[in-house]
């Protein structure tokens, strides 16, 4: 089946705006996680949607950030008044349930660049 | 938290060497260490994993040992081949949490023909 999507895979915005990227998940995975990577690092954790219940959001690095997710679907992780350093890739991850030891899908990312 | 250090950052080998990249934890509890792949410009992808109720795992040409006592799992490519080239991730489950990993830093192997 289809694999993890998200969109734009590209968005170049100016300093101080507000984006809005978008994830789709794996179809029946409860599990979803947001991660940036800078450039040359590794992966940081943002936050994680299990089903129902409340997010984890103790990855978030400001109160600007802040993500959504509807029921087991589509997610969205929106950055406000954006800065040059939130430039990064944005990678979604999905989950077939909750839990370590089941493996994470990745989708392509979103590279985003501040001005 | 669970910090995961990895080394080295970058590797380079000729084609058929053998590459091994090690990653060390701090929480004893851990017991899920999976390795995730990513090619230039492409999504992480999971190669391997290995649960700490063993100390070995093998699929073809990589595998993965944990060391439990001295906390540190590493990751062994035999027969290198272009294609291995990418950025090589380990990760560990976040101390406390049974749902968040954390990751290393990442190596970048080169494999040169």
């Known amino acids: 089946g289809a694999g993890v999507s998200q969109s734009p895979s590209n968005k170049v915005t100016e300093k101080g705006k507000d984006v809005e990227l978008r994830c789709d998940p794996i179809s029946g995975h409860t599990a979803l996680y947001w991660y940036r990577q800078r450039l040359g690092q590794g992966l940081e954790f943002l936050i994680y949607f299990q089903g129902n219940s409340a997010p984890d959001k103790s990855g978030l690095p400001s109160d600007r950030f802040s993500a959504e997710r509807t029921g087991e679907s589509v997610s969205t992780l929106t950055i406000q008044r954006t800065q040059q350093e939130d430039s990064a890739v944005y990678l979604c991850?999905?989950?077939?349930?909750?839990?370590?030891?089941?493996?994470?899908?990745f989708g392509p990312g979103t590279r985003l660049t501040v001005l | 938290g669970e910090n995961v250090e990895q080394h080295p950052s970058t590797l380079s080998v000729q084609e058929g060497d053998s590459a091994v990249i090690k990653c060390t934890y701090s929480?004893?509890?851990?017991?899920?260490f999976p390795w995730y792949k990513q090619e230039l410009g492409k999504r992480p992808q999971l190669i391997i994993d290995?649960?700490?109720?063993?100390g070995e795992k093998k699929d073809q040409r990589i595998a993965v040992t944990l060391n439990k006592t001295a906390k540190h799992f590493s990751l062994h490519i035999t027969e290198t081949q272009p294609e291995d080239s990418a950025v090589y991730f380990c990760a560990a489950p976040l101390s406390g949490s049974a749902r968040q990993l954390t990751f290393g830093s990442g190596t970048q192997l080169t494999v040169l023909p």
């Open positions: 929480d004893s509890a851990s017991n899920y």
């Open positions: 991850a999905s989950s077939l349930t909750s839990g370590i030891g089941n493996e994470q899908f």
């Open positions: 290995i649960r700490s109720n063993v």
